[in-house]
């Protein structure tokens, strides 16, 4: 009955006239309860024509509830879950570089968008391997190499979203990007106008989050990130 039910939900969510966003998500959500009770060979393809509605829902910039992306994030990295390994990782290699796109997007400034793009990358990221992470990791970092410094959200959102895919990677070729991006963050934060302390809370979170991932070869960065964040603070205090 839950395989039958499935195939009822995933077909209706596959529908190109379903242009209703909350019932796009509730039929996502009934069609995540039935597939986590499926065996893994029954639940795969159905994760997969779920999670790919959903992966281009996301990618909407019309969509605009930050609610409803937050649910459809958390739903495509349940369908992404319940995807056997290969086909997880096909799926999560080639929809992770659309939502890196977005996220690099200089027009998208809404944080609620940002935010909701990010939890799906990284939701995404746990089931890459090294080789297809590199690629999505490399175009975030030239994203946050061409954002404006002022713009703290964005930046913080690329840095975040790095930070998933980076744990994928083998340390030695993740620490030059996040070295880089990192470096990013570092200039964002000596930048002598910027004085909004949430703004530099959040970037000051978003470095912490990517220096976990440096190795000792990334110390003269390091070191420059340290005086940053040491003039962040006296000019906060």
């Given at each position: 009955?839950?395989?039958?039910?499935?195939?009822?939900l995933?077909?209706?969510?596959e529908?190109?006239q379903?242009?209703?966003?909350d019932?796009?998500?509730?039929?996502?959500?009934?069609l995540?309860?039935?597939?986590?009770?499926?065996?893994?060979?029954?639940?795969?393809?159905?994760a997969?024509r779920?999670a790919v509605?959903?992966?281009?829902?996301l990618?909407?910039?019309q969509e605009?509830?930050?609610?409803?992306?937050a649910?459809l994030?958390?739903l495509?990295?349940?369908?992404?879950?319940?995807?056997?390994p290969a086909?997880?990782a096909t799926?999560?290699?080639?929809?992770?570089?659309v939502?890196?796109n977005?996220?690099?997007?200089p027009?998208?400034?809404?944080s609620y968008?940002?935010s909701?793009?990010?939890?799906?990358?990284a939701?995404l990221?746990e089931?890459?391997n090294s080789a297809?992470?590199?690629?999505?990791?490399e175009?975030?970092?030239q994203?946050?190499e061409?954002?404006?410094?002022?713009d703290?959200?964005r930046?913080?959102?690329l840095?975040?979203?790095?930070?998933?895919?980076?744990?994928?990677?083998?340390?030695?070729d993740?620490?030059?990007?996040v070295a880089?991006?990192?470096m990013v963050l570092?200039?964002a934060?000596?930048?002598p106008?910027?004085?909004?302390?949430?703004?530099?809370?959040?970037?000051?979170?978003?470095?912490?989050t990517l220096?976990?991932q440096m190795?000792?070869?990334?110390a003269?960065?390091a070191?420059r990130l340290?005086?940053?964040l040491?003039?962040?603070?006296?000019?906060?205090s």
């Amino acid at each position: 009955l839950a395989g039958r039910g499935a195939v009822v939900l995933a077909t209706a969510l596959e529908n190109p006239q379903e242009d209703d966003s909350d019932r796009l998500a509730s039929l996502a959500k009934a069609l995540a309860g039935l597939v986590r009770w499926m065996n893994p060979a029954d639940a795969t393809p159905l994760a997969n024509r779920g999670a790919v509605v959903l992966a281009r829902a996301l990618g909407n910039p019309q969509e605009g509830d930050s609610g409803r992306l937050a649910s459809l994030a958390d739903l495509l990295g349940s369908f992404a879950m319940r995807m056997n390994p290969a086909d997880a990782a096909t799926f999560a290699a080639r929809e992770a570089m659309v939502l890196a796109n977005a996220l690099a997007d200089p027009k998208e400034t809404r944080s609620y968008r940002l935010s909701s793009l990010v939890r799906a990358l990284a939701a995404l990221a746990e089931r890459m391997n090294s080789a297809a992470a590199a690629p999505v990791a490399e175009r975030l970092v030239q994203a946050l190499e061409k954002a404006q410094e002022e713009d703290s959200g964005r930046l913080s959102s690329l840095a975040r979203a790095l930070a998933a895919l980076a744990v994928r990677m083998p340390p030695a070729d993740a620490a030059p990007l996040v070295a880089r991006g990192a470096m990013v963050l570092g200039k964002a934060l000596e930048n002598p106008q910027e004085m909004d302390s949430d703004r530099l809370g959040s970037l000051t979170r978003a470095l912490s989050t990517l220096a976990a991932q440096m190795d000792s070869a990334a110390a003269p960065v390091a070191e420059r990130l340290v005086q940053a964040l040491e003039k962040a603070q006296e000019e906060d205090s």
